[in-house]
């Protein structure tokens, strides 16, 4: 069946049992840790946070997959996980480069991740956008509504017959933009909580100063995170099963699906990144 016309599939409901489920999950995670990790429930609770905010954030992010490279549907020529993970990694290398300075405090740590994943995006939607109009000669034009809803351009005139859009219309791109700061925050929350937890517990463990310790901490919290990461975004891409626009996007709907999963398997993940240094 052709990309441009198969039915997406799946819808934006919740499983109600598949959500108690996740839930109970979660809250047996957090009461493992609880017990044989006291010290690292914050940070496990930190991870949760990180992974609910990733799966939302790959949401808004604009994926036109093989059809977007042949200019009939509108978004980022790439797979959904693979754009969100470049997104994340940006992200972390900013958090990462905040984290190592004793003087930032989380928020300030965030919200340089946010910042890296932001402007990799924006940066990508950019040169994007340059090679569809300059490159290819196409408007950017959006299959899913009438107008933008941010600038209300009007958008039917400028699609091309036969297909779903091309380009990436502004609200595409907005929403690339939001996704890349949601992705990079919530990758390094994940990766600030758990360099908090190894950077107090790896010393006691090797015996040996938290100098010594610190890059052994930084190298097995950047793993976990990146890992978290991908783990995250492949739930959220298989959530949305193929292409999306963006925000605007009918598929857009589904993330509380995304969230709930994301969060949950933060929460299996978190588990088992702490205890590492408890057991």
């Known amino acids: 069946m052709s990309a441009l016309g198969a039915a997406s599939g799946g819808g934006e409901g919740i499983n109600p049992t598949a959500s108690i489920i996740g839930i109970v999950i979660i809250i047996a995670a957090l009461a493992i840790t609880a017990v044989m990790a006291a010290p690292a429930l914050a940070a496990v609770i930190g991870v949760i946070i990180g992974g609910a905010l990733i799966g939302f954030g790959v949401h808004f992010v604009p994926v036109g997959g093989a059809p977007a490279a042949m200019g009939q549907s509108p978004g ?9 993970a470049g997104a994340g990694l940006a992200g972390l290398f900013g958090g990462a480069w905040a984290a190592a300075n004793p003087a930032f405090g989380i928020a300030i740590v965030i919200a340089a991740g946010a910042v890296g994943g932001g402007l990799m995006m924006a940066i990508t939607c950019l040169m994007v956008n340059i090679v569809y109009i300059f490159g290819m000669g196409i408007p ?3 299959g899913k509504v009438a107008k933008d809803p941010i600038t209300g351009d009007s958008q039917a005139e400028y699609k091309s017959q036969g297909t779903e859009g091309h380009g990436l219309p502004f609200v595409s791109y907005v929403g690339g933009v939001i996704g890349g700061l949601l992705g990079g925050a919530g990758g390094t929350l994940i990766y600030y909580e758990l360099l908090q937890v190894y950077s107090a517990m790896l010393p006691a463990m090797f015996n040996a100063s938290a100098e010594e310790i610190l890059p052994i901490a930084v190298s097995l919290a950047g793993i976990f995170a990146v890992g978290m990461f991908l783990v995250n975004a492949v739930l959220a891409a298989y959530n949305i099963t193929g292409t999306i626009e963006g925000p605007h996007d009918p598929k857009f709907k589904r993330f509380p699906r995304a969230v709930i999963g994301c969060a949950v398997a ?11 240094v408890v057991v």
Do not use: E, K
């Open 266 to 276: 933060s929460a299996v993940c978190g588990l088992f990144a702490v205890l590492i």
């Open 76 to 84: 980022i020529a790439t797979g959904v996980a693979m754009l969100a």
């Open 140 to 142: 950017a034009a959006s």
